[in-house]
């Protein structure tokens, strides 16, 4: 009778972690190696790269993502300070694509890029999280009336052309933290190779087909999903924060949204990733606190 109960005990437990929506996705071939980089001496290279497109219109949009920002870059400067000054070889960076028609944007993103190593001096640390502050809440600013945005952010561009050379660094944990509602779209750069495209909209969400309880059969059998942009990404982390989850036509909407990128990264063999719902910053700092500081 024991064993029967250990039995259903297992079951509810494998259950119930597989309906966790937010779960870090780590390929277990993996684990030895990222164990190996977790410990708080590990040099972090972490990316953010925002997607300014025309969602950032929103004040709301603008104001989580600004947190979101805020959170990353005190969560990057607790991990360094953390550390022996001899361990010091840390990197923080900000991306987007492409890039604006406003130079003042541009040169901000580069005025952003942080390299902190044993002989950086002590004002530059606390110069983070302050110009990480003030500097991206004028890069929004200023973004937001930038008429380039409505033709989208090109994500699929820079993990096809530049993740590898911007964000994987040798010896390194490399994170990339993407800000994203989920929709993929640049008006310049439209993609499809059978039924993968290198974009997602509401047209393609709101298909009959995917907003029945089935959808998850139908999106394999129609061969759905993102266009491969890696063959393999093994060395890269990835967190995605914002995912869209206001009204929608289809009722699995979000449910979706996330598969396309689940699929996405498992494609390009990338070894841990999380995929998060839009909330306040409030409600994010922990994600991103953790995700960086696993052990």
């Known amino acids: 009778m024991k064993s029967y109960i250990v039995i259903i005990f297992s ?24 164990s190996k980089l977790s410990n708080k001496n590990a040099k972090l290279n972490i990316n953010i790269l925002l997607d300014l497109s025309d969602r950032i219109e929103s004040e709301e949009q603008r104001t989580r993502d600004l947190g979101y920002i805020q959170d990353i870059a005190k969560t990057f400067n607790q991990h360094v300070r953390s550390k022996s000054t001899s361990l010091y070889n840390d990197h923080l960076q900000l991306f987007f694509e492409p890039e604006l028609h406003n130079h003042e944007i541009n040169n901000i993103a580069k005025s952003l890029k942080f390299h902190l190593n044993r002989n950086t001096q002590k004002k530059h640390f606390s110069e983070v999280e302050s110009k990480y502050k003030d500097q991206t809440a004028k890069l929004y600013q200023k973004a937001k009336g930038d008429a380039s945005t409505r033709n989208g952010a090109d994500i699929h561009h820079f993990f096809e052309q530049k993740v590898k050379n911007n964000c994987i660094k040798a010896k390194h944990r490399n994170i990339l933290i993407v800000l994203t509602d989920g929709f993929l779209f640049q008006k310049e750069n439209r993609k499809k190779e059978g039924n993968k495209t290198s974009y997602l909209n509401s047209t393609m969400l709101n298909q009959h087909f995917l907003r029945k309880g089935n959808w998850r059969q139908q999106f394999q059998k129609q061969k759905l999903g993102f266009i491969k942009a890696q063959e393999d990404l093994s060395n890269l982390e990835i967190l995605v924060l914002g995912i869209d989850k206001g009204n929608h036509k289809n009722p699995y909407a979000v449910e979706v949204i996330r598969h396309y990128w689940e699929s996405w990264f498992t494609d390009m063999n990338v070894k841990r990733f999380k995929i998060v719902e839009s909330e306040i910053a409030s409600d994010i700092e922990n994600v991103i606190s953790d995700f960086v500081h696993k052990t």
């Open 11 to 34: 079951l509810f437990l494998v259950l119930f972690t597989n309906c966790n929506p937010n779960k870090v996705i780590q390929n277990t071939k993996e684990s030895a190696s990222i």
